[in-house]
Protein backbone atom coordinates (compact mmCIF):
# COMPACT_ATOMS: atom_id res chain seq x y z
CA UNK A 1 0.00 0.00 0.00
CA UNK A 2 1.38 3.56 -0.75
CA UNK A 3 1.90 6.06 1.86
CA UNK A 4 -0.24 8.93 2.06
CA UNK A 5 2.48 11.12 2.16
CA UNK A 6 5.51 9.97 0.69
CA UNK A 7 8.88 10.86 2.75
CA UNK A 8 11.51 13.41 1.09
CA UNK A 9 14.99 13.55 1.55
CA UNK A 10 14.58 17.71 1.47
CA UNK A 11 12.01 17.37 3.99
CA UNK A 12 13.42 15.18 6.46
CA UNK A 13 17.02 16.79 6.55
CA UNK A 14 14.91 19.75 7.15
CA UNK A 15 13.19 18.66 9.99
CA UNK A 16 16.27 16.95 11.34
CA UNK A 17 17.56 20.57 11.62
CA UNK A 18 14.76 22.01 13.00
CA UNK A 19 14.80 19.44 15.87
CA UNK A 20 18.36 20.19 16.33
CA UNK A 21 17.58 24.11 16.36
CA UNK A 22 14.70 23.59 18.61
CA UNK A 23 17.09 21.66 21.29
CA UNK A 24 19.70 24.59 20.86
CA UNK A 25 16.71 26.94 21.40
CA UNK A 26 15.94 25.65 24.26
CA UNK A 27 19.53 25.38 25.88
CA UNK A 28 19.85 28.86 24.96
CA UNK A 29 16.79 30.00 26.31
CA UNK A 30 18.20 28.23 29.75
CA UNK A 31 21.23 29.79 29.75
CA UNK A 32 19.30 33.20 28.82
CA UNK A 33 17.07 33.33 31.83
CA UNK A 34 20.20 32.20 34.12
CA UNK A 35 22.11 35.70 32.51
CA UNK A 36 18.76 37.39 33.11
CA UNK A 37 18.43 36.12 36.35
CA UNK A 38 21.86 36.66 37.51
CA UNK A 39 21.73 40.81 36.03
CA UNK A 40 18.19 41.26 37.74
CA UNK A 41 19.65 39.93 41.22
CA UNK A 42 22.93 41.90 40.73
CA UNK A 43 20.60 44.93 40.62
CA UNK A 44 18.58 44.68 43.78
CA UNK A 45 21.58 43.08 45.69
CA UNK A 46 23.41 45.96 45.26
CA UNK A 47 20.38 47.87 46.87
CA UNK A 48 19.98 45.18 49.96
CA UNK A 49 23.33 45.24 50.84
CA UNK A 50 23.70 48.69 51.18
CA UNK A 51 20.47 48.63 53.24
CA UNK A 52 22.26 46.09 55.06
CA UNK A 53 25.44 48.21 55.80
CA UNK A 54 23.33 51.58 56.59
CA UNK A 55 21.76 49.29 59.56
CA UNK A 56 24.99 48.09 60.72
CA UNK A 57 26.20 51.51 60.87
CA UNK A 58 23.00 52.23 63.02
CA UNK A 59 24.45 49.59 65.61
CA UNK A 60 25.20 51.75 69.03
CA UNK A 61 26.86 50.07 72.49
CA UNK A 62 24.84 51.75 75.31
CA UNK A 63 25.90 50.28 78.59
CA UNK A 64 27.88 47.32 77.78
CA UNK A 65 24.64 46.26 75.50
CA UNK A 66 24.27 46.38 71.51
CA UNK A 67 21.43 48.87 70.12
CA UNK A 68 20.34 50.02 67.06
CA UNK A 69 19.95 53.83 67.33
CA UNK A 70 17.09 54.26 64.39
CA UNK A 71 14.15 56.12 64.74
CA UNK A 72 10.79 53.80 64.47
CA UNK A 73 9.46 56.12 61.13
CA UNK A 74 12.91 55.38 59.95
CA UNK A 75 12.52 51.48 60.00
CA UNK A 76 8.85 51.76 58.44
CA UNK A 77 10.49 54.40 54.95
CA UNK A 78 12.95 51.91 54.85
CA UNK A 79 11.09 49.00 54.71
CA UNK A 80 7.72 50.28 51.81
CA UNK A 81 7.87 48.96 48.75
CA UNK A 82 4.36 49.18 46.77
CA UNK A 83 5.97 45.79 44.74
CA UNK A 84 8.20 44.24 47.15
CA UNK A 85 7.79 43.46 51.22
CA UNK A 86 11.04 44.10 52.77
CA UNK A 87 11.99 42.73 56.63
CA UNK A 88 14.86 42.83 58.38
CA UNK A 89 16.55 41.29 61.54
CA UNK A 90 18.98 42.71 64.36
CA UNK A 91 20.55 40.09 66.59
CA UNK A 92 22.82 40.13 69.37
CA UNK A 93 24.42 36.77 70.20
CA UNK A 94 24.33 37.74 74.04
CA UNK A 95 20.62 39.52 74.08
CA UNK A 96 18.58 37.51 71.11
CA UNK A 97 16.45 39.47 68.67
CA UNK A 98 16.68 43.50 68.84
CA UNK A 99 14.87 44.72 66.13
CA UNK A 100 12.65 43.53 63.08
CA UNK A 101 11.03 40.05 61.93
CA UNK A 102 11.63 36.83 63.87
CA UNK A 103 10.81 35.00 61.12
CA UNK A 104 13.80 35.83 59.13
CA UNK A 105 16.38 32.70 59.70
CA UNK A 106 19.58 33.29 61.12
CA UNK A 107 22.35 32.27 58.90
CA UNK A 108 25.93 31.83 60.47
CA UNK A 109 29.25 33.65 59.15
CA UNK A 110 32.11 34.52 59.77
CA UNK A 111 32.60 37.92 62.00
CA UNK A 112 34.41 40.13 59.46
CA UNK A 113 31.83 42.82 58.52
CA UNK A 114 31.26 40.80 54.93
CA UNK A 115 28.24 40.52 53.20
CA UNK A 116 26.52 36.96 52.45
CA UNK A 117 23.74 36.34 50.33
CA UNK A 118 21.17 33.57 49.69
CA UNK A 119 17.81 32.98 48.56
CA UNK A 120 15.58 31.79 51.85
CA UNK A 121 11.56 31.34 51.90
CA UNK A 122 9.97 33.33 54.48
CA UNK A 123 6.45 32.34 55.53
CA UNK A 124 6.26 30.53 52.39
CA UNK A 125 7.22 33.13 50.17
CA UNK A 126 10.26 33.29 48.59
CA UNK A 127 13.31 35.57 49.77
CA UNK A 128 16.59 37.06 48.61
CA UNK A 129 18.56 37.47 51.91
CA UNK A 130 21.70 39.63 52.65
CA UNK A 131 23.17 38.98 55.88
CA UNK A 132 26.49 40.55 57.68
CA UNK A 133 28.39 39.89 61.61
CA UNK A 134 30.02 42.44 63.15
CA UNK A 135 32.00 42.10 66.53
CA UNK A 136 31.42 45.06 69.15
CA UNK A 137 34.48 44.67 71.14
CA UNK A 138 33.31 47.47 73.90
CA UNK A 139 29.83 45.06 74.51
CA UNK A 140 32.21 42.02 73.68
CA UNK A 141 29.54 40.93 71.91
CA UNK A 142 28.67 39.54 68.29
CA UNK A 143 25.52 41.66 66.20
CA UNK A 144 23.52 39.62 63.26
CA UNK A 145 22.22 42.42 60.14
CA UNK A 146 19.73 40.87 58.01
CA UNK A 147 17.78 42.68 55.11
CA UNK A 148 15.78 40.34 53.19
CA UNK A 149 13.52 41.32 49.86
CA UNK A 150 10.70 38.89 48.23
CA UNK A 151 11.38 38.52 43.99
CA UNK A 152 8.57 40.05 42.74
CA UNK A 153 10.73 42.69 41.07
CA UNK A 154 13.53 40.57 39.99
CA UNK A 155 11.42 38.23 38.47
CA UNK A 156 9.77 40.75 36.64
CA UNK A 157 12.93 42.28 35.95
CA UNK A 158 14.02 38.69 34.69
CA UNK A 159 11.45 38.47 31.92
CA UNK A 160 11.98 41.78 30.54
CA UNK A 161 15.21 41.09 29.56
CA UNK A 162 14.43 37.45 28.57
CA UNK A 163 11.73 38.59 26.35
CA UNK A 164 14.25 41.27 25.02
CA UNK A 165 16.79 38.50 24.58
CA UNK A 166 14.10 36.03 22.94
CA UNK A 167 13.28 38.01 20.25
CA UNK A 168 16.36 38.76 18.01
CA UNK A 169 17.06 35.06 18.46
CA UNK A 170 13.71 34.26 17.64
CA UNK A 171 14.43 36.28 13.82
CA UNK A 172 17.77 34.72 13.82
CA UNK A 173 16.29 31.29 14.40
CA UNK A 174 13.58 31.61 11.42
CA UNK A 175 16.28 32.81 9.01
CA UNK A 176 18.57 30.32 9.68
CA UNK A 177 15.91 27.96 8.65
CA UNK A 178 15.03 29.70 5.48
CA UNK A 179 18.86 29.66 5.08
CA UNK A 180 18.80 25.65 5.80
CA UNK A 181 16.03 24.62 3.40
CA UNK A 182 17.72 26.75 0.84
CA UNK A 183 21.00 25.40 1.46
CA UNK A 184 19.13 21.73 1.53
CA UNK A 185 17.40 22.38 -1.81
CA UNK A 186 21.15 23.01 -3.47
CA UNK A 187 22.75 20.52 -1.73
CA UNK A 188 20.30 18.37 -3.19
CA UNK A 189 20.54 19.81 -6.39
CA UNK A 190 22.80 17.39 -7.92
CA UNK A 191 20.51 14.48 -7.13
CA UNK A 192 17.51 15.84 -8.84
CA UNK A 193 19.88 16.49 -12.16
CA UNK A 194 20.61 13.18 -11.99
CA UNK A 195 17.17 11.94 -11.35
CA UNK A 196 15.91 13.99 -14.03
CA UNK A 197 19.01 12.91 -16.48
CA UNK A 198 17.91 9.30 -15.91
CA UNK A 199 13.99 9.87 -16.41
CA UNK A 200 14.86 11.28 -19.30
CA UNK A 201 16.82 8.59 -21.15
CA UNK A 202 14.76 6.78 -23.20
CA UNK A 203 14.24 2.62 -22.20
CA UNK A 204 17.37 1.33 -24.84
CA UNK A 205 19.71 3.63 -23.43
CA UNK A 206 21.95 2.04 -20.43
CA UNK A 207 25.17 4.26 -21.40
CA UNK A 208 26.65 4.88 -17.84
CA UNK A 209 25.24 8.10 -16.02
CA UNK A 210 28.13 11.40 -16.35
CA UNK A 211 29.96 11.24 -12.99
CA UNK A 212 31.94 14.52 -13.84
CA UNK A 213 31.34 17.48 -11.50
CA UNK A 214 29.23 15.75 -9.30
CA UNK A 215 29.93 15.72 -5.15
CA UNK A 216 31.36 12.86 -3.50
CA UNK A 217 28.13 11.22 -2.27
CA UNK A 218 26.33 12.16 -5.23
CA UNK A 219 29.18 10.25 -7.00
CA UNK A 220 28.95 7.21 -4.98
CA UNK A 221 25.49 7.25 -6.27
CA UNK A 222 26.35 7.26 -9.62
CA UNK A 223 28.51 5.14 -9.79
CA UNK A 224 26.27 2.36 -8.28
CA UNK A 225 23.93 3.22 -11.10
CA UNK A 226 26.48 2.44 -13.70
CA UNK A 227 27.68 -1.01 -11.77
CA UNK A 228 24.03 -1.12 -12.17
CA UNK A 229 23.36 -0.11 -15.79
CA UNK A 230 26.58 -2.00 -16.96
CA UNK A 231 24.55 -5.43 -15.25
CA UNK A 232 22.03 -4.89 -16.90
CA UNK A 233 23.06 -4.32 -20.22
CA UNK A 234 25.35 -7.31 -19.55
CA UNK A 235 22.57 -9.64 -19.20
CA UNK A 236 20.36 -7.84 -21.86
CA UNK A 237 23.29 -8.62 -24.01
CA UNK A 238 23.59 -12.07 -23.12
CA UNK A 239 19.84 -12.25 -23.69
CA UNK A 240 20.27 -10.98 -27.37
CA UNK A 241 22.97 -12.85 -28.18
CA UNK A 242 21.07 -16.00 -26.87
CA UNK A 243 17.99 -15.20 -28.73
CA UNK A 244 20.19 -14.68 -32.06
CA UNK A 245 21.99 -18.26 -31.33
CA UNK A 246 19.14 -20.19 -30.91
CA UNK A 247 16.99 -18.91 -33.77
CA UNK A 248 20.46 -18.95 -35.70
CA UNK A 249 21.22 -23.07 -34.59
CA UNK A 250 18.26 -24.46 -34.13
CA UNK A 251 17.57 -23.33 -37.94
CA UNK A 252 19.03 -26.07 -39.75
CA UNK A 253 18.13 -28.69 -37.51
CA UNK A 254 14.40 -28.37 -37.56
CA UNK A 255 14.59 -27.83 -41.42
CA UNK A 256 16.11 -30.70 -41.03
CA UNK A 257 13.44 -32.40 -39.06
CA UNK A 258 10.41 -30.63 -41.34
CA UNK A 259 12.64 -32.76 -44.68
CA UNK A 260 12.52 -36.10 -42.96
CA UNK A 261 9.01 -35.52 -42.25
CA UNK A 262 7.84 -34.78 -45.35
CA UNK A 263 10.23 -37.66 -46.90
CA UNK A 264 8.39 -39.93 -44.45
CA UNK A 265 5.24 -38.45 -44.99
CA UNK A 266 6.18 -39.27 -49.03
CA UNK A 267 7.97 -42.38 -48.67
CA UNK A 268 5.97 -45.20 -50.67
CA UNK A 269 7.68 -48.28 -49.39
CA UNK A 270 8.79 -49.36 -45.68
CA UNK A 271 12.30 -49.43 -46.28
CA UNK A 272 11.85 -45.45 -47.37
CA UNK A 273 9.59 -44.35 -44.53
CA UNK A 274 12.29 -45.99 -42.02
CA UNK A 275 14.91 -44.33 -43.83
CA UNK A 276 13.48 -41.07 -43.31
CA UNK A 277 12.33 -42.10 -39.50
CA UNK A 278 16.05 -42.60 -39.14
CA UNK A 279 16.92 -39.00 -40.13
CA UNK A 280 14.50 -37.39 -38.33
CA UNK A 281 15.51 -38.89 -35.11
CA UNK A 282 18.56 -38.08 -35.54
CA UNK A 283 17.68 -34.50 -36.19
CA UNK A 284 15.52 -34.58 -33.40
CA UNK A 285 18.48 -35.66 -31.44
CA UNK A 286 20.59 -33.17 -32.89
CA UNK A 287 17.77 -30.09 -31.95
CA UNK A 288 17.49 -31.57 -28.38
CA UNK A 289 21.53 -31.65 -27.53
CA UNK A 290 21.48 -28.29 -29.46
CA UNK A 291 18.71 -26.83 -27.42
CA UNK A 292 19.68 -28.40 -24.23
CA UNK A 293 23.60 -26.83 -24.93
CA UNK A 294 21.93 -23.74 -25.76
CA UNK A 295 19.84 -23.82 -22.55
CA UNK A 296 23.16 -24.60 -20.47
CA UNK A 297 24.94 -21.78 -21.77
CA UNK A 298 22.18 -19.36 -20.88
CA UNK A 299 22.35 -20.57 -16.95
CA UNK A 300 26.68 -19.92 -17.46
CA UNK A 301 26.13 -16.39 -19.03
CA UNK A 302 28.24 -13.81 -16.54
CA UNK A 303 26.26 -12.50 -14.33
CA UNK A 304 24.22 -15.73 -13.95
CA UNK A 305 26.22 -16.19 -10.65
CA UNK A 306 23.32 -14.52 -8.47
CA UNK A 307 21.05 -16.89 -9.72
CA UNK A 308 23.11 -20.20 -8.58
CA UNK A 309 23.66 -21.44 -4.94
CA UNK A 310 27.46 -22.21 -4.52
CA UNK A 311 28.23 -24.60 -1.61
CA UNK A 312 31.03 -26.81 -0.69
CA UNK A 313 31.51 -29.15 -3.52
CA UNK A 314 33.88 -32.18 -3.32
CA UNK A 315 34.80 -32.98 -7.07
CA UNK A 316 36.22 -36.51 -6.42
CA UNK A 317 32.57 -37.54 -5.90
CA UNK A 318 31.15 -35.27 -8.17
CA UNK A 319 33.31 -36.73 -10.78
CA UNK A 320 32.98 -40.09 -10.05
CA UNK A 321 29.12 -39.89 -10.60
CA UNK A 322 29.21 -37.73 -13.65
CA UNK A 323 31.73 -40.15 -14.88
CA UNK A 324 29.40 -42.97 -14.49
CA UNK A 325 26.85 -41.77 -16.33
CA UNK A 326 29.64 -41.85 -19.49
CA UNK A 327 30.72 -45.05 -19.46
CA UNK A 328 27.69 -46.73 -21.69
CA UNK A 329 28.62 -44.11 -24.05
CA UNK A 330 32.34 -45.02 -24.29
CA UNK A 331 31.80 -48.75 -24.40
CA UNK A 332 29.63 -47.95 -27.27
CA UNK A 333 32.69 -46.43 -29.04
CA UNK A 334 35.09 -48.81 -27.74
CA UNK A 335 37.16 -46.51 -26.14
CA UNK A 336 39.19 -46.66 -23.02
CA UNK A 337 37.64 -44.31 -20.38
CA UNK A 338 39.67 -44.18 -17.48
CA UNK A 339 38.97 -42.32 -13.64
CA UNK A 340 42.08 -40.65 -11.39
CA UNK A 341 41.63 -39.15 -7.79
CA UNK A 342 42.92 -38.56 -4.87
CA UNK A 343 41.92 -41.05 -2.18
CA UNK A 344 40.89 -37.62 0.20
CA UNK A 345 37.95 -35.47 -1.09
CA UNK A 346 39.03 -31.98 -3.44
CA UNK A 347 36.37 -29.51 -2.33
CA UNK A 348 35.92 -26.22 -3.61
CA UNK A 349 33.12 -23.55 -3.81
CA UNK A 350 30.39 -24.25 -6.49
CA UNK A 351 27.42 -25.54 -7.86
CA UNK A 352 27.15 -28.79 -8.31
CA UNK A 353 24.73 -29.41 -11.54
CA UNK A 354 26.75 -26.75 -13.43
CA UNK A 355 30.37 -28.36 -12.46
CA UNK A 356 28.28 -31.79 -13.71
CA UNK A 357 27.16 -30.05 -16.87
CA UNK A 358 31.23 -28.65 -17.12
CA UNK A 359 32.07 -32.52 -16.82
CA UNK A 360 29.73 -33.63 -18.49
CA UNK A 361 30.34 -31.02 -21.95
CA UNK A 362 34.56 -31.87 -21.46
CA UNK A 363 34.23 -35.83 -21.71
CA UNK A 364 31.66 -35.56 -24.49
CA UNK A 365 34.34 -33.65 -26.12
CA UNK A 366 36.80 -36.32 -25.82
CA UNK A 367 34.68 -39.07 -26.77
CA UNK A 368 33.62 -37.41 -29.56
CA UNK A 369 36.80 -36.52 -31.72
CA UNK A 370 38.59 -40.11 -30.76
CA UNK A 371 38.46 -43.07 -32.69
CA UNK A 372 38.10 -46.38 -31.49
CA UNK A 373 40.43 -48.31 -28.81
CA UNK A 374 41.49 -44.54 -28.11
CA UNK A 375 41.86 -43.66 -24.35
CA UNK A 376 40.20 -40.74 -22.20
CA UNK A 377 40.85 -40.09 -18.78
CA UNK A 378 38.94 -38.11 -16.09
CA UNK A 379 41.21 -37.03 -13.65
CA UNK A 380 40.65 -34.71 -10.47
CA UNK A 381 43.79 -32.72 -9.20
CA UNK A 382 44.64 -31.58 -5.21
CA UNK A 383 48.13 -30.12 -5.78
CA UNK A 384 49.03 -27.76 -6.12
CA UNK A 385 45.44 -26.25 -6.69
CA UNK A 386 42.36 -28.02 -6.88
CA UNK A 387 41.20 -29.24 -10.53
CA UNK A 388 39.81 -31.44 -12.84
CA UNK A 389 41.36 -32.74 -16.43
CA UNK A 390 39.74 -34.53 -19.23
CA UNK A 391 42.90 -36.36 -21.30
CA UNK A 392 42.85 -38.12 -24.57
CA UNK A 393 44.62 -39.46 -27.13
CA UNK A 394 42.67 -38.50 -30.38
CA UNK A 395 43.93 -35.61 -32.87
CA UNK A 396 44.77 -33.27 -30.64
CA UNK A 397 44.48 -28.99 -30.64
CA UNK A 398 46.82 -27.19 -33.24
CA UNK A 399 48.31 -24.74 -31.14
CA UNK A 400 47.10 -21.85 -33.02
CA UNK A 401 43.36 -22.70 -32.18
CA UNK A 402 43.86 -23.47 -29.03
CA UNK A 403 41.79 -20.54 -27.88
CA UNK A 404 39.58 -20.35 -30.13
CA UNK A 405 38.27 -23.40 -29.94
CA UNK A 406 36.34 -22.23 -26.53
CA UNK A 407 34.77 -19.78 -28.71
CA UNK A 408 30.49 -20.17 -29.50
CA UNK A 409 29.98 -22.46 -32.56
CA UNK A 410 33.70 -22.29 -33.56
CA UNK A 411 34.98 -25.96 -34.79
CA UNK A 412 38.80 -26.74 -36.08
CA UNK A 413 38.80 -26.97 -39.83
CA UNK A 414 38.14 -30.50 -41.51
CA UNK A 415 36.69 -31.65 -37.96
CA UNK A 416 34.23 -34.22 -38.91
CA UNK A 417 33.11 -34.76 -35.39
CA UNK A 418 29.88 -34.17 -34.69
CA UNK A 419 28.59 -31.02 -32.03
CA UNK A 420 27.25 -27.62 -32.67
CA UNK A 421 30.64 -26.25 -31.13
CA UNK A 422 28.95 -25.28 -28.08
CA UNK A 423 30.69 -27.59 -25.54
CA UNK A 424 33.86 -25.97 -24.55
CA UNK A 425 32.10 -22.53 -24.69
CA UNK A 426 29.90 -24.12 -22.06
CA UNK A 427 32.69 -24.98 -20.38
CA UNK A 428 34.76 -21.74 -20.48
CA UNK A 429 31.42 -19.92 -19.03
CA UNK A 430 30.94 -22.27 -16.35
CA UNK A 431 34.46 -22.05 -15.37
CA UNK A 432 34.41 -18.02 -15.17
CA UNK A 433 31.11 -18.50 -13.36
CA UNK A 434 33.38 -20.71 -10.61
CA UNK A 435 36.58 -17.89 -11.05
CA UNK A 436 38.18 -21.24 -12.25
CA UNK A 437 40.52 -21.17 -15.45
CA UNK A 438 39.86 -23.71 -18.48
CA UNK A 439 42.58 -24.08 -20.69
CA UNK A 440 43.99 -26.62 -23.37
CA UNK A 441 47.36 -28.46 -23.93
CA UNK A 442 49.08 -31.56 -25.45
CA UNK A 443 48.84 -34.80 -23.94
CA UNK A 444 51.01 -35.78 -21.72
CA UNK A 445 52.84 -38.40 -23.68
CA UNK A 446 53.05 -35.47 -26.55
CA UNK A 447 49.79 -36.82 -28.50
CA UNK A 448 45.94 -36.21 -27.51
CA UNK A 449 44.76 -33.06 -25.78
CA UNK A 450 44.66 -32.27 -22.35
CA UNK A 451 41.80 -29.31 -20.63
CA UNK A 452 42.33 -28.69 -17.68
CA UNK A 453 40.10 -26.67 -15.38
CA UNK A 454 41.81 -25.44 -12.26
CA UNK A 455 39.63 -23.75 -9.33
CA UNK A 456 41.04 -21.36 -6.29
CA UNK A 457 41.08 -22.59 -2.93
CA UNK A 458 37.73 -23.15 -1.04
CA UNK A 459 37.55 -21.08 2.12
Not at 3 to 12: A, I, M, Q, R, Y
Not at 72 to 78: H, K
Request: charged share 25%; glycine share 8%; with cysteine.
Amino acid sequence: MRPLVEPSLKSGLTLRFIAAALVLLLLDGVACYRIAAHFANLVYDRWLIDSTRSLSQALRVAGGEVRIDLPRVALQIFQFDEIDKTVFRVDSDRRGLIAGDAALPLVPGRVDGSVRLETVVVRGHPMRLVSTRLAEPDAHDVATVEVGETVKKRATLTTEILVVMAAPQLALLAFALLCAWLLVAQGLKPLTTLAAAIEARGQENLAPVPELGLPKEARVLASKINDLLARLEQAMAAQRRFVADAAHQLRTPLATVLLHAERAERADDPESARAALRGLHTAVGRAARLSQQLLALARAEPGAAARHTMTAVDLVGLARDVGEEWIPRALERRIDFGFVAPEQPVIVSGNAGLLGELMSNLIDNALRYCGPRSRVTLSVIAEPAPGLAVEDDGPGVPEPERERIFERFYRVAGSEAGGCGLGLAIVREIAALHRAAARVCAGSSGRGARFTVEFPRAG
